[in-house]
């Protein structure tokens, strides 16, 4: 009898186990179905044409570059330029001393007068055969020898004006009044350089121009204008140069030693604000990408192994994993070259808190500045 109470009572305490556990289980089922979603912020994801760039550090290079040399010997008598200053082509600049070039030529006038005096004579007679054929031919060789002397001491008088050779401004003095100059000598007189318009060279590694080739042959790209490219600076101070300036050429060989290619651009330069030798960080314009896809930065993460994904919220309210291919940053976007598309609704915000294949509420994200928001919904009824 005791036996069958001891059952029973063990009979009961396992059903109302079985009926408190059965209770507790209900009651979490309920408290899962009753929370709410977790809420991610998304950006819709939205194709537009694209302006892509480069960012180059470079070196600003002289126009032209004008050594003023002597071109006879003598000694400077006057300077007659500010250092520093502009000059015009054909300024005179040097004044070498004109003295011993002046007696050359007045000997060589003397000596042409004679000769031709002489040639003049011989014409007549030889008519009369009065002096032989050779004598008439000798006597012309004379003057017309004389002529190229009397050539020749004008041009040296006139290299004692040295002239400068081209418009720019020019640098300092190398020699003084007083100055020996010579026509051989290794060392210029001063150096002039033609400051607008200015070059600008900088250096692109040769896989980028690869890239760039490819991308306009597949049609990716757009050539950003019919002219030649546009490319903007930036000086040294972080100041923007405010002229911009046209790619001029590409070097057509590769610098073994860096694998890159030097690019040459061309600016106006009008207030001499760029001066030779300045380093500047050049903005070159590739091209346009007409149907480019934008992803705000904070929406691409990466795997453990390295790999870039994306989470997006698909046509079900659900988180999708998607992996994707980025290329360059545009500001602070990443440019998509695969795995995201127009429409796509990518979460930017609340990433934490979330898992592929759970299920969220979508809201516009508010920690993308200028993020598009998702499109309303048509209302049902």
């Not at 520093?84 to 082509?89: D, L, S």
């Not at 003095?173 to 060392?187: H, I, K, N």
């Not at 930036?234 to 300036?245: A, F, I, P």
Request: glycine letters at 6%; charged letters at 20%; proline letters at 5%.
């Amino acid at each position: 009898m005791t036996s069958i109470k001891s059952a029973c009572a063990a009979l009961v305490s396992i059903a109302a186990a079985v009926f408190m556990l059965s209770a507790c289980r209900e009651q979490e089922a309920a408290q899962t179905q009753q929370k709410p979603a977790p809420q991610v912020g998304i950006v819709v994801l939205k194709s537009e044409p694209v302006a892509l760039t480069s960012d180059l550090p470079g070196r600003t290079q002289a126009y032209r570059v004008a050594q003023v040399r002597p071109q006879v010997d003598g000694i400077v008598q006057k300077r007659l330029f500010t250092e520093g200053t502009e000059v015009k082509a054909g300024q005179q600049l040097y004044q070498i001393d004109p003295s011993m070039y002046n007696a050359v030529l007045k000997s060589a006038s003397a000596t042409l007068a004679s000769t031709k005096a002489l040639t003049e004579r011989y014409s007549a007679l030889v008519k009369q055969q009065a002096v032989s054929r050779q004598s008439y031919d000798d006597a012309r060789a004379s003057m017309l020898q004389a002529e190229a002397s009397v050539e020749q001491a004008r041009i040296n008088l006139r290299y004692t004006k040295v002239m400068a050779p081209i418009t720019g401004r020019i640098d300092r003095s190398l020699v003084t009044e007083g100055a020996l100059v010579s026509s051989r000598q290794d060392q210029a007189l001063a150096i002039i350089y033609q400051l607008d318009p200015i070059y600008v060279d900088v250096t692109q590694p040769s896989r980028e121009l690869l890239r760039l080739r490819r991308d306009f042959n597949e049609g990716r790209l757009q050539k950003a204008s019919d002219h030649a490219a546009r490319i903007t600076l930036t000086l040294e101070d972080g100041t923007q140069y405010q002229q911009e300036g046209t790619l001029e050429f590409a070097e057509v060989s590769v610098d073994q030693g860096t694998g890159s290619v030097t690019v040459r651009a061309i600016f106006p330069n009008p207030e001499r604000t760029l001066l030779p030798g300045m380093f500047v960080y050049a903005k070159l314009v590739e091209g346009v990408q007409e149907q480019a896809i934008l992803a705000p930065q904070q929406g691409i993460t990466h795997d453990t192994k390295g790999n870039a994904v994306a989470m997006v919220v698909n046509a079900e309210n659900k988180v999708e994993s998607r992996p994707v291919v980025t290329g360059r940053t545009v500001g602070n976007r990443w440019l998509i070259l695969d795995g995201l598309k127009e429409g796509d609704r990518l979460i930017t915000e609340g990433l934490q808190y979330i898992k592929p294949g759970a299920e969220v509420k979508a809201v516009p994200a508010t920690n993308v500045a200028g993020s598009a928001t998702e499109p309303p919904r048509k209302q049902e009824g």
